[in-house]
């Protein structure tokens, strides 16, 4: 059995006998003392600890075994392994796929209304904390991913974010846990009644970090849609590939995952090669580039935070005293209830289900989602100074493989290294896969000046704008993904002869390139290769990595910047 880090004080592990001769008077007595303790604090003295479970069970992997359980290819007799074609699904079906599920996770809208599904749905009000699903036509062109017709996809890339995890380390979730437990281990400890009743015998059972069960579920069935929808430019390879990823537990777990959804469980680990990035303080990386810009780790970061942290109380005024009635012992504050709510959405894609998500309404839960905006905006997003300079080096790498032109200048967060050789980095290949961080994917995309996002900003930090077009479970869900379709078209003018094209579809929406000096409007999303490569040149020009990342100056308050820059 897994162990656990706490035992339980209720019920005892021995029955209470009493002697026969045992006075009567002080039976009663003991009873009604024991009442009197009870109440009316009802608490368990265990609520709020955590709860941890380790597997395999400490000496259970024993190798003297290991020869009565060869591998497939000991046993052989594999029956008939003649393969297929590769998919083609873009290129061959009329539509493209939607993602719109979280099984096996409980939604918390199927648990208020089994039968019918209401048309809000908290799942999707969670932020970054969003399981990823299809877009649609949020970012304002009506196209899916299918090849427009009359063009021939060539070449793809995808950045994509890890799966749902564990919360980071020390943060609100854990904070609110040891609060819940030290009060009901407290002389008083506490009582919960009403929709809070569960806290008297609920305990944090929440790692930090690394990927939950769902997470890898995500990967791998996000390498699994890869492979059907962009198979067919494996025939294009003539080395295996190279896929990237960064050195933290969670990163190089969400790569293996989505490797093995995309080659299959028994080839992934002779299909490709995966490079691994070191993801620490002092290591160039454009998968991971605050550690290399020192303005992405103080108080110009921090503006987000700020933000948000201004924002909290405002939509949950009303709700903690609504939820303090059913609370003693334990005094609830802003910070506190939206910590409620994050544990509902990591219990619920950490456990599958959490009894957190059916404490809030629709506007709570609404409060809650721009909460999570307003930090992405301002510490990772076009609001943050720092947010070019810090997704630029990933962009100079896009250029580098577009036209394949090997790198020379690193003076961004670009790896001289790893970027600089042609194993680690190739130039030709059909095919770039390269995982990262929610933050990270956040300024590329500023990097790219994907400016319709931004059409909206900057945000107000005491109410949520109409028309709001950045959103933090649109952008960066757990496993969002950004696509860059590569594609010979007709050229205008001549349906002859073929141009390079690009687009971007950002979970499944195609994403307008207008912002991108030389690229104009086109209802696909389509700018020519040339076109864009110009305007990647233009913008990495304009973007002063240098200043931006490593002068000495304060972030405006207000902040009116909508571009990710710090402008002299």
Not at 272 to 292: K, M, R, S, V
Request: hydrophobic share 35%; proline share 8%.
């Amino acid at each position: 059995m897994p162990r656990r880090s706490f035992e339980l004080d209720w019920p005892p592990t021995r029955s209470l006998r009493v002697p026969m001769a045992f006075p009567i008077r002080l039976l009663l007595a003991f009873c009604s003392a024991s009442v009197a303790l009870a109440s009316p604090f009802k608490g368990s003295t265990y609520a709020g600890a955590t709860s941890t479970a380790v597997f395999p069970p400490p000496g259970a992997t024993d190798t003297s075994v290991d020869s009565y359980f060869p591998g497939p290819a000991d046993v052989g007799h594999a029956g008939p392994t003649p393969t297929g074609d590769e998919p083609w699904l873009v290129a061959t079906a009329p539509v493209a796929p939607v993602k719109e599920d979280v099984y096996p996770l409980i939604d918390p809208v199927e648990v208020q209304s089994p039968v019918k599904k209401p048309s809000f749905d908290p799942v999707r009000s969670w932020g970054n904390l969003s399981p990823w699903f299809s877009v649609g036509n949020k970012w304002g062109i009506d196209a899916d991913a299918t090849v427009p017709s009359g063009c021939e996809l060539t070449q793809v890339h995808l950045l994509h974010r890890h799966g749902a995890r564990y919360p980071t380390s020390g943060s609100g979730p854990s904070e609110f846990s040891a609060k819940l437990h030290a009060a009901a281990t407290s002389k008083n400890g506490f009582s919960a009644s009403g929709p809070l009743e569960f806290l008297n015998t609920w305990t944090y059972k929440l790692g930090a970090e690394l990927l939950t069960p769902f997470g890898r579920q995500q990967l791998f069935d996000l390498g699994i849609a890869f492979r059907v929808k962009y198979g067919h430019l494996l025939n294009g390879f003539t080395d295996l590939p190279v896929f990237r990823t960064t050195s933290e537990a969670r990163m190089v777990d969400s790569a293996l995952n989505f490797a093995a959804g995309f080659f299959g469980v028994q080839q992934y680990q002779d299909s490709y090669h995966q490079l691994i990035i070191i993801e620490d303080d002092g290591f160039n990386n454009t998968l991971a580039p605050w550690t290399t810009c020192p303005n992405a780790n103080n108080d110009i970061e921090n503006i987000g935070y700020l933000a948000s942290g201004n924002w909290t109380p405002i939509y949950l005024k009303d709700t903690v005293p609504r939820l303090q009635r059913h609370l003693k012992g334990v005094e609830l504050d802003a910070s506190d209830v939206r910590s409620m709510q994050d544990l509902c959405a990591y219990e619920t894609v950490a456990l599958g289900y959490s009894a957190f998500c059916e404490l809030f309404t629709e506007e709570e839960w609404k409060g809650y989602e721009y909460a999570f905006d307003l930090e992405l905006w301002y510490s990772f997003g076009p609001g943050n100074p720092a947010s070019a300079a810090q997704g630029i080096g990933y962009v100079q790498e896009l250029v580098a493989r577009l036209t394949q032109t090997p790198l020379t200048e690193f003076s961004t967060s670009l790896n001289g290294t790893l970027d600089g050789s042609n194993v680690t980095f190739p130039l030709n290949q059909p095919i770039f896969v390269d995982a990262t961080h929610d933050t990270v994917i956040s300024v590329i995309l500023v990097a790219l000046n994907f400016t319709t996002m931004a059409a909206n900003g900057p945000l107000p930090v005491d109410h949520i704008p109409k028309h709001q077009t950045y959103t933090g479970q649109h952008i960066t869900p757990f496993a969002s993904n950004l696509v860059g379709q590569v594609l010979s078209c007709p050229a205008k003018g001549n349906s002859h002869e073929k141009e390079s094209y690009i687009r971007f579809l950002l979970n499944d929406g195609v994403v307008p390139l207008t912002g991108i000096a030389h690229c104009s409007d086109s209802k696909d999303g389509l700018c020519l290769v040339d076109d864009f490569v110009k305007g990647m040149k233009q913008r990495i020009a304009e973007v002063d990595v240098s200043y931006d990342c490593y002068a000495n100056y304060t972030a405006p308050w207000p902040d009116y910047i909508i571009d990710g820059r710090m402008h002299k």
